[in-house]
């Protein structure tokens, strides 16, 4: 299926929102929220590989080629990946990134 640029960006916002609050609801296990960031952040890594250039480029201060590897790294690397890092990420990265993707979305796509 081919997504085109505003549905690719409206899911990293709704993966971005997810992660968020995920990691705000205490009453959630511990464990279930980090497969579930985990999950989110593979999906977001993946819809990021698809951005064109000239979309992220708008946004100069995001690591988009660390983000496009995200979902690889936790994919393929799943062993090397401890639940600091995936908290730390969703805690700090994520909230800059669903900002970054908001701000991309009303410049590359307009008003919804």
Do not use: K
């Amino acid at each position: 299926m081919n997504r085109d640029l505003r549905h690719r960006l409206d899911d990293l916002v709704h993966a971005c929102g997810l992660i968020q609050e995920y990691v705000a609801d205490d009453a959630l296990p511990e464990t279930l929220v980090y497969d579930a960031v985990r999950m989110r952040l593979v999906e977001i890594g993946e819809a990021v590989r698809a951005l064109p250039v000239a979309v992220t480029a708008s946004e100069p201060g995001i690591p988009w080629s660390r983000v496009s590897l995200l979902g690889e790294r936790l994919t393929r690397r799943y062993f090397d990946t401890t639940p600091s890092v995936v908290f730390g990420t969703a805690r700090t990265d994520v909230p800059s990134l669903c900002a970054a993707v908001r701000r991309m979305r009303d410049t590359h796509c307009g008003p919804a």
